[in-house]
């Protein structure tokens, strides 16, 4: 990452996300080291960014490949006044932001996968992970990783079906630190409006639009059961509503389940 041209980028285009910024050649995880400045008092909006990570993270305790390709590996600290449950909410006001932020910079038909993945063309384009910290008081801190292919090539034959990269979709290298900045403006923007309703009913509906399996048949894969339900868009907690055969409705949380689509990914 040019930190310079990105920090020029973001002068007077935001308050605070991405106002420190903290670059790296190698790390273990743009997590784990937001997290650890987290403890040591960095201030809220501290980005942290890696050319590569040796111990990448994904959701569910997987790891997330971060080769030095010229991808986007990166956290964001936050300090929330909020409490610890809300913070979940969090993780899809990004997954807005960003998609937001992809659509701007590439023109590209960028859709969501409830709760937080970044599809085009039915592949998966960017993964975020949320992780929090508290103490007794309420949050301590959180952080929100964000990992975009921009500029790999190929994929490992294992994930090359459900995973793609700008270049591939667009033909052409992307430079990262405008996709960058766009992800810190529209963020910052979401997030303010957040704090102040505490809950996701001002951008449900603009979520919804780009959600990529709304009004579809998707398999709901619990702890408990699996089962087939239509998606029907996410409600102002940002819980997945769905309808079963029988026409009844429910909502499902993330925490607890995870949704596919009935021939695959998506
Ligand atoms: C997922 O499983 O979809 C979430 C992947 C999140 C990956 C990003 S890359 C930058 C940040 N640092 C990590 O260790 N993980 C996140």
Not at 25 to 35: M, P
Not at 156 to 180: D, F, H, M, N
Not at 199 to 213: H, P
Request: charged share 25%.
């Amino acid at each position: 990452m040019k930190t310079e041209e990105l920090q020029k980028l973001l002068e007077g285009r935001t308050k605070w996300a991405g106002q420190h910024i903290r670059a790296f050649e190698k790390l273990d995880s743009t997590n784990i080291r937001a997290g650890q400045l987290g403890r040591e008092g960095a201030p809220h909006g501290t980005l942290v960014t890696a050319e590569r990570q040796t111990a990448g993270r994904g959701r569910r305790g997987r790891m997330w490949e971060s080769p030095a390709d010229g991808s986007i590996y990166m956290s964001i600290l936050l300090r929330p006044r909020i409490a610890p449950e809300k913070a979940p909410m969090l993780t899809i006001v990004m997954a807005y932001a960003a998609a937001c932020a992809l659509r701007r910079c590439t023109g590209l038909d960028v859709q969501i996968k409830w709760p937080n993945d970044i599809i085009v063309n039915g592949k998966k384009l960017v993964g975020i992970l949320t992780e929090m910290s508290t103490e007794p008081e309420g949050i301590r801190y959180v952080v929100i990783g964000v990992g975009i292919n921009v500029n790999m090539k190929h994929f490992p034959e294992e994930i090359g079906e459900k995973a793609t990269s700008l270049w591939l979709e667009t033909g052409q290298a992307q430079e990262r630190e405008p996709i960058v900045a766009e992800i810190m403006e529209q963020f910052e923007r979401c997030f303010e409006t957040f704090l102040q309703k505490e809950n996701l009913e001002y951008l449900r509906e603009d979520y919804n639009a780009m959600l990529v399996n709304c009004g579809k048949e998707v398999c709901i894969l619990g702890a408990q059961e699996t089962y087939r339900a239509q998606a029907l868009g996410i409600d102002g907690l940002g819980q997945l509503r769905v309808r079963r055969p029988d026409g009844t409705e429910e909502a499902v949380y993330a925490g607890e389940v995870s949704v596919r689509g009935v021939y695959g990914y998506v």
